[in-house]
């Protein structure tokens, strides 16, 4: 699963799980939050859990 967290750490956004096979992979996030506003600009988090694990952690920028 991936999820999109705010700097406080709050829960922005979270995708449902998808199985994806070994390699890169890409999503598109259009700044929906969980209530459908559009999230403003500032820095973001995008957290990938698999397995019950996170995986990895990326900062995503957003500018207007």
């Keep these: 699963a991936v999820a999109i967290y705010d700097v406080s750490g709050r829960l922005v956004r979270q995708f ?15 700044r929906r939050t969980r209530t459908g506003q559009t999230a403003g600009a500032g820095m973001y988090f995008a957290r990938v ?3 019950g694990k996170v995986v ?5 920028l957003v500018v207007r």
């Design 16 to 30: 449902d799980p998808v199985e994806f096979g070994p390699g890169d992979h890409h999503m598109h996030w259009d």
């Design 49 to 51: 859990v698999a397995s």
């Design 56 to 60: 990895g952690t990326v900062k995503i």
